[in-house]
């Protein structure tokens, strides 16, 4: 990572994690689509780097525009109109993921670029879950109602080319489900609460969110010293300390704000918009009178 007073008129490429960064329970804060918009006008290109899949990110989340896309946690890129990378589980694999996941009782949503696909039962479930987040003691479930709103029910799903499985509401941990299947496979632990012991992600070791920042860079022609990166959680490790400047949200995990060069207060508090500000990627105003600091 690199000084994060770069010249203000050296392009950058920005990629922003959506949940819990860019977006505050699955709500995009004005000041952040804002943001956005003037520093894109202003030269910049602007990503989302999401553990969501295309198929997962609703318009309100990218009504903004964006320069493309770092989707699946790394395992689909778009640039423009154009797919630069679409990595997917070799198909035994992902048989025999869903084999063990079958076995263990557990419900799960198999993420594409094309569809997110789940049984019927699946959709049931999390759809119940999601019905909580009207309750204020469950905000944080609140993301989920626009995702089973995307969801597609599929009842035999053995067809489906898979980029990363999300399985919630079983009894076996998600840590032994990926034992089981080996070094091809690692496990994310669930970024929402109340989904159950046996929730989590399971996704291919290789792929991580700054491999997909690699190729979206190397496709624009824009350097690693260039690039910036915004995330809260551990599925956005590599691609903080991949950045040329690393921003952590203070809302986020201890280890992600450590490996961070800058760190921004969190979405409920615009600081997308505070930090671009003090990065100069759009001109400081008063949502920009500084809550950012290094750690």
């Known amino acids: 990572m690199t000084d994060g007073n770069r010249a203000a008129s050296v392009r950058r490429a920005v990629f922003l994690d959506v949940d819990g ?11 952040h689509e804002a943001a956005v918009r003037e520093a894109r006008a ?5 990503f989302l780097c999401t553990g969501r899949p295309v198929s997962l990110l609703s318009p309100h989340l990218t009504a903004a525009g964006f320069d493309g896309v770092v989707a699946g946690a790394g395992a689909h890129v778009t640039v423009g109109d154009d797919v ?3 990595i997917r589980f070799p198909a035994p ?10 076995a263990a009782g557990t419900h799960y949503l198999l993420e594409t670029p094309e569809g997110t696909f789940a049984r019927q039962s699946a959709i049931d479930v999390l759809a119940a879950r999601a019905a909580l987040s ?44 990926a ?28 792929v991580n969110k700054a491999e997909g920042m690699k190729a979206a860079i190397e ?35 201890p280890e992600v704000i450590a490996a961070a060069d ?13 930090a671009f500000a003090e990065l100069g990627l759009i001109d400081a105003g008063p949502v920009a009178a500084s809550h950012t600091a290094t750690p």
Do not use: C
Request: no cysteine.
């Open 134 to 177: 009207s309750d204020p003691a469950f905000p944080h479930l609140a993301g989920l109602v626009d995702i089973v709103a995307a969801l597609t029910p599929l009842e035999d799903l053995s067809g489906v080319g898979i980029g990363k499985i999300t399985a919630f509401d079983g009894p076996v941990s998600m840590e032994i489900i």
């Open 219 to 253: 496709r624009l022609g824009i350097a690693r010293e260039d690039t910036v990166a915004f995330g809260d959680n551990l599925n956005d490790l590599e691609m903080i300390e991949f950045a040329g400047v690393g921003v952590a949200m203070a809302t986020g995990m």
């Open 262 to 274: 800058l760190v921004a207060p969190g979405p409920d508090e615009n600081g997308i918009a505070t």
């Open 42 to 46: 202003a030269g910049h290109v602007v």
């Open 93 to 102: 694999l992902a048989a025999r993921a869903m084999s063990l996941l079958d």
């Open 84 to 86: 630069v990378l679409d």
């Open 179 to 206: 034992a089981q299947l080996g070094d091809e496979v690692a496990m994310f632990p669930s970024s929402i609460a109340d989904l159950g012991v046996g929730a989590g992600e399971l996704y291919l070791a290789h």
């Open 21 to 31: 960064t860019y977006a505050h329970h699955g709500v995009v804060p004005p000041a």
